[in-house]
DNA sequence: TTGCTATACCTCGCATTCCGAGGCATTGTC
DNA sequence: GACAATGCCTCGGAATGCGAGGTATAGCAA
């Protein structure tokens, strides 16, 4: 199964600050990462990854600098700042409170409602 | 908590889906009751739903026909067309999907993955 | 040397989404 | 007659995902 791009959309980015929230890292691992944790489910490119990057970035829920790899070539490398973690930890608490809702809107039957 | 636009970005229309499922409605209902069942977590207009219906019925995954309502007043109503069920169904698997990745990352230490 | 692939960065433009603001008409109430 | 509630709708802006493309270097093979 293809996950649709709309199904993706908004949780992209929750999902980029948690895997840095592992530990430091760069574009280009991480759209592989992304693509691996996602088994297939998904594909991202980094026409996607890069401008989010940027713009966490920007906002200062990144930090990033440039370091040479084991490689040789040149890496930004990104990490979460004190602001990252806590909208990482923002992030959090608003996908479990949308899981809720979903789940009580797609189950409806789990517990009828009666109020509805 | 006010969940951000972000979050629910492309979940409304499984939402909405899935409260279509339960029996046909008409827009201004749908608005109220996507609201009721949010528990003030988000809340959605009118400006929101209506382009949706119009494409979902376009495509063909809605069926609209008007009615003149208990109030007197003339109302459109929409119901899941076959195709309709079959999209919820799609919808409802992306949802666990993305719900199993979003897990997996979000709370990496549940089952340490040696791979990464 | 010359190419090719993988790594690693980036931008541009299209399609799509959410949503606030507004417009229109009708019903019922004060 | 004024007003709120019901009920439909559109428009434009901001933001997102992403395919397609561009640049450069390291390493390997022909």
Redesign the interface.
């Known amino acids: 199964?293809k996950?649709?791009?709309?199904?993706?959309?908004?949780?992209l980015?929750?999902?980029l600050l948690?895997?840095l929230e592992?530990g430091p890292s760069y574009g280009y691992e991480i759209v592989q990462?992304l693509n691996?944790?996602?088994?297939g489910?998904?594909t991202t490119g980094e026409g996607t990854i890069y401008p989010i990057l940027h713009r966490l970035e920007k906002q200062g829920v990144l930090a990033a600098h440039w370091r040479v790899g084991e490689t040789g070539r040149k890496r930004k490398y990104y990490r979460l700042s004190p602001k990252g973690k806590r909208e990482l930890s923002t992030?959090?608490?608003?996908?479990n409170?949308?899981?809720q809702?979903?789940e009580?809107?797609?189950n409806?039957n789990a517990f009828k409602n009666p109020s509805?």
């Open positions: 199964m996950l649709s791009r709309k199904t993706l959309e908004g949780s980015e929750t999902l948690a895997l592992e990462n691996a944790r996602a088994h489910l998904f992030q959090r608490g608003e996908w409170a949308l899981q809702v979903m009580a809107c797609l409806p509805l």
